[in-house]
């Protein structure tokens, strides 16, 4: 089966750094990703990972570690608009069918 | 048009009518999901089509019928709902084999509320 854990809520200042961790198990492993979403909105994607390492961009970072089955997103400079959900998605391939499989999400608090 | 665009964007509905959710995508892509999304509940995965043939259907209540014309659109027809339905419906596209990169692009979502 599949599973994906996620802390529910964190809380940072406004100009900190935030990391949001996620670990997961699954059969057919064929990327990590990264997406937010604000209250009321569609998801948008931040990152994606398929290699262990760390993938930069801007002031969002994510890493892999797929032997130990975990990845964080890692936000720097806090601003205000950052509040929102953090979903960490897998996926997944099973008998040639390509699944996005989701966590609960990770809403951040920022706080003035 | 671009992205993907979900009509109609909120939809209230009692538990005796038939409704059907739009989705098309203008990006080109091979495969289509349909998730719901409940307060407090990761996105649930309903159904998955790829290249237009349904290859996944998460034991879904038969009350929701999905529909896939072509490969730009995708349909949920809803009928005989129950309030527990309530709940944010998202549509995603993806080109997934085409390797590294291909990540899930949503639309808005469809918030609908069975009453």
């Known amino acids: 089966g599949q599973n994906i854990d996620q802390p529910t809520e964190m809380t940072a200042t406004e100009g900190a750094i935030v990391q949001i961790n996620c670990t997961y198990q699954t059969s057919g492993f064929n990327g990590l990703f990264w997406y937010q979403q604000h209250a009321g909105e569609a998801p948008t994607f931040l990152s994606y990972n398929v290699l262990d390492g760390l993938e930069e961009k801007g002031r969002f970072s994510s890493f892999l570690s797929r032997s130990k089955g975990y990845s964080y997103l890692l936000l720097k400079e806090l601003q205000m608009k950052d509040s929102a959900s953090y979903l960490c998605?897998?996926?997944?391939?099973?008998?040639?069918?390509?699944?996005?499989?989701f966590g609960t999400g990770t809403r951040l608090k920022v706080l003035a | 048009e671009t992205g993907v665009t979900q009509t109609p964007r909120h939809l209230v509905m009692g538990m005796t009518n038939k409704k059907s959710l739009k989705c098309e995508q203008h990006?080109?892509?091979?495969?289509m999901y349909w998730y719901k999304q409940s307060a407090k509940k990761p996105l649930e995965l309903m159904f998955v089509y790829s290249l237009e043939e349904r290859v996944e259907n998460n034991s879904v209540p038969s009350r929701f019928s999905p529909e896939c014309p072509n490969s730009s659109h995708l349909f949920l027809h809803l009928h005989t709902l129950q309030p527990e339905d309530s709940a944010l419906y998202l549509c995603?596209?993806?080109?997934?084999?085409?390797?590294?990169?291909?990540?899930?692009?949503f639309g808005q979502g469809t918030r609908l509320t069975v009453v």
């Open positions: 998605a897998v996926r997944d391939r099973d008998s040639g069918t390509y699944k996005y499989i």
């Open positions: 990006l080109g892509h091979n495969a």
């Open positions: 995603a596209s993806s080109n997934p084999d085409r390797g590294s990169g291909t990540e899930a692009f």
